[in-house]
């Protein structure tokens, strides 16, 4: 029933909202060209408030970040009676948290990286494990406050403890997993294709590799080996359902294929609130799957629910 009427959340008050907004504008337009009725809803501390009296038929969730994709948002959209999309509070509470997420996947077979949680400033004088390893907030997206520390660095790097860290006293460092950079969309119950992430001129997969054109070259379908390839789509849906993801999600991996062509595959982590700006992944493995961005977003919209 395109006459649905469908608030776009978008923006929020995390590291990540300059993001959300060019998201949540672009699933809005394409909305709208769908045929929907569309009020954009830039969320601020009231948003429970502007959502009761909007009452829409559908809150397509643009948010990224904490309090977005956190279950937040959701468990208030939940209490307000309004069907969302993407994931439910729980799946989302869980895939924000990167330890308790590899946590189930290693449960249920997924491969994953060496890692532990630890204090920030328990790291400021010696190595928490051999490098080369990577430090991440635990729950952030969008590479905000990763820091790569190679073999020959022979101190933890300082921005860590320092003043200048924005990102919570918690920090998960996990062994650094050489090769390829790999991404798999998952919408409903299927895995679409895998895509090659190539960051040009950047260390890793950074923010401005992911949201700033140019950073990074996408090979979509990754040429990989028909045994590798449908492994990595087993194991992002395999971690979709294990963590009890709905709508449409990315599993993220490294694969390391300098010894052998079987090599190493490692689940990084699954992303409940995937982007959908103009140099997103998933609109791109979607439309190569057959899914144009306007149909990929109705979809969603018409899977929408509460007790998600």
């Given at each position: 029933m395109k006459s649905k009427h469908v608030a776009v959340l978008m923006g929020g008050f995390s590291s990540e909202r300059p993001v959300s907004l060019s998201s949540g504008k672009a699933c809005a337009d394409a909305l709208e060209v769908e045929g929907y009725r569309v009020t954009r809803v830039d969320v601020t501390r009231d948003?429970?408030?502007?959502?009761?009296?909007?009452?829409?038929?559908?809150?397509?969730?643009a948010l990224h970040g904490p309090f977005g994709e956190d279950g937040t948002i959701q468990g208030i959209l939940?209490?307000?009676g309004i069907p969302y999309t993407h994931s439910g509070v729980l799946a989302s509470a869980l895939a924000m948290n990167k330890e308790r997420s590899k946590t189930i996947a290693r449960a249920v077979g997924i491969p994953v990286a060496e890692s532990k949680v630890v204090s920030r400033?328990?790291?400021?004088?010696?190595?928490?494990?051999?490098?080369?390893?990577?430090v991440k907030p635990v729950a952030e997206g969008s590479s905000f406050g990763v820091v790569i520390v190679k073999e020959d660095q022979s101190h933890p790097p300082q921005v860590?403890?320092?003043?200048?860290?924005?990102y919570g006293d918690t920090v998960m460092v996990e062994r650094y997993i050489h090769g390829r950079e790999l991404t798999c969309a998952v919408m409903g119950d299927v895995a679409l294709g895998v895509c090659e992430i190539i960051p040009t001129g950047h260390a890793f997969y950074d923010y401005d590799s992911k949201y700033v054109a140019g950073g990074s070259k996408h090979e979509c379908p990754a040429k990989l080996s028909?045994?590798?390839y449908q492994k990595i789509q087993t194991l992002a849906l395999k971690a979709h359902q294990a963590i009890g993801c709905r709508g449409v999600s990315r599993s993220d991996f490294r694969y390391d294929d300098r010894v052998s062509e079987e090599g190493e595959v490692v689940w990084l982590e699954v992303n409940t609130q995937p982007g959908m700006t103009p140099t997103s992944l998933v609109p791109e493995?979607?439309?190569?799957?057959?899914?144009?961005?306007?149909?990929?977003?109705?979809?969603?919209?018409?899977?929408?629910?509460?007790?998600r």
């Open positions: 948003v429970g408030a502007v959502l009761a009296e909007l009452r829409p038929d559908v809150a397509f969730n939940e209490y307000l400033f328990s790291i400021r004088n010696e190595h928490p494990m051999k490098p080369p390893y990577v860590i403890s320092s003043s200048e860290w924005r028909p045994n590798i493995i979607a439309a190569q799957a057959g899914h144009p961005f306007g149909g990929l977003l109705s979809w969603m919209v018409e899977d929408a629910s509460c007790l």
